[in-house]
């Protein structure tokens, strides 16, 4: 194995150079084109931070309000797609109808097929971060039998998605402001986060010229595992599990059995061996929003509260350095403003959907770019000669 390095889960393999976001896992630091994460979270809103992800730089105004018309002006989708949701049983897990719908989406745009023309992937980029919001919120009303609610270009991008998420034709609805500041924080805390699973799978589909839309399901179908996306639904599924303050303990203790496969879900992460500077950004927000809603001392957040105080204080997680992570406090909020479990994994998919943009289109710009093609080591058996079928055991 002279010509590579064995790295199974890539512990200590960089595959790229990237300018857009920076961890320092030990330090508990994220920056986002090297501005901290929590001044981002505190003072900008939503699509500042994808024009800031995309473009490299914080818009001027004229250049956000530019962003920001092009972007509502291709929230809609093409009204085919109401149909092709029809296809889905209602009952299907919306991440399922996400990875084929966004997918799907390349069928409609011939132009994104064309990745070489950076007219071309500039729009493509647009409508992605536009339309995904859309599809999330039809993925949504179709299975409750709600009738999908067109985008409203008025709304900010977060009151825009609870308009569609929780908004009927019969009834005006208005998108409470601490939810839709709320919204936009989840958004801005989840846009990105270098090489990750689901980038990583991004850039190597990207990688072979397959188009964007194709390239961000498959994002979507990574991000989708309980190890990674799919933690904040099963975080809060443990949550409800616990249910009870005095369950923790039974709890704490199968998380340190090795021969229990449960870990604590929203603990732990690859890279912060510290706390995770998301997680108190989040945590902060939970307080808020659960405050504003009358729901902060709900037994879900006491559950919450108490098992991170343990956890923090326990010789196991201490050793280990498992901390909380972004999954931790996001169910929480999302959960009392009445988002479906089920539509966790799917809100970040949203969020995450710049960050997987940001990156394909720095690397396909990139022009020494190359074929994503890991190596392996080979441990079947060796040459064989093949037998008839009558002479096999
Ligand atoms: N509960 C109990 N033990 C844990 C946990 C946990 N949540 N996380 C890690 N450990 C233990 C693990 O058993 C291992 O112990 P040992 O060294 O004795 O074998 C040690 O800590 C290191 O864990 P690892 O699995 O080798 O570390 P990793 O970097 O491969 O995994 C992780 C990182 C995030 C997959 C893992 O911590 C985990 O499964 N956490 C729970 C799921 C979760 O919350 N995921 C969301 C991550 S943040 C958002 C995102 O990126 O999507």
Not at 3 to 23: M, R, V
Request: glycine share 6%; proline share 5%; charged share 20%.
């Amino acid at each position: 194995h002279k010509h590579f390095t064995y790295d199974p889960g890539f512990l200590a393999t960089a595959a790229c150079e990237s300018k857009i976001t920076y961890i320092d896992g030990d330090a508990g630091v994220l920056q986002y084109r090297g501005y901290p994460i929590e001044q981002l979270a505190e003072n900008s809103s939503f699509l500042e931070v994808a024009y800031l992800l995309i473009k490299g730089e914080l818009p001027s105004k004229a250049e956000l309000d530019n962003w920001t018309y092009h972007i509502t002006h291709h929230t809609m989708v093409h009204d085919q797609m109401n149909r092709f949701f029809s296809g889905f049983r209602r009952d299907a897990h919306p991440m399922a109808i996400m990875v084929a719908v966004v997918g799907a989406l390349s069928s409609f745009y011939h132009d994104s097929l064309d990745i070489n023309n950076p007219k071309h992937r500039e729009i493509s980029a647009i409508r992605l971060i536009a339309k995904v919001p859309t599809l999330a919120a039809m993925s949504y009303k179709y299975s409750i039998g709600q009738p999908f609610m067109y985008p409203r270009n008025e709304y900010s991008y977060s009151a825009n998605f609870l308009h569609m998420m929780f908004g009927v034709p019969c009834a005006e609805y208005q998108p409470d402001p601490i939810l839709v500041r709320a919204i936009d924080r989840i958004l801005i805390l989840h846009a990105d986060h270098e090489q990750n699973a689901s980038t990583s799978t991004v850039r190597l589909a990207g990688s072979s010229g397959a188009n964007p839309f194709a390239c961000i399901a498959a994002g979507i179908a990574s991000l989708w595992g309980p190890a990674h996306g799919g933690a904040n639904e099963a975080c809060l599924t443990m949550l409800e599990e616990i249910g009870s303050v005095d369950r923790i303990p039974e709890y704490i203790r199968r998380a340190k059995d090795k021969n229990d496969p449960f870990r604590l879900m929203g603990f732990g992460h690859r890279v912060y061996k510290n706390f995770d500077p998301r997680a108190k950004i989040m945590r902060e927000t939970a307080h808020e929003v659960l405050g504003h809603l009358g729901a902060e001392n709900s037994e879900l957040m006491k559950v919450a509260m108490e098992l991170e105080r343990i956890a923090l204080q326990d010789d196991y997680f201490v050793e280990k350095k498992l901390y909380p992570n972004v999954d931790f406090y996001s169910g929480i909020i999302m959960k009392a403003m009445g988002i479906p479990v089920s539509m966790f994994t799917v809100m970040f998919a949203m969020a995450r959907t710049t960050g997987w943009v940001a990156q394909w289109m720095e690397m396909i710009a990139e022009p020494s770019q190359k074929i994503g093609r890991p190596r392996q080591l080979y441990t079947g058996e060796k040459h064989r000669e093949y037998q008839s079928i009558d002479k096999r055991k």
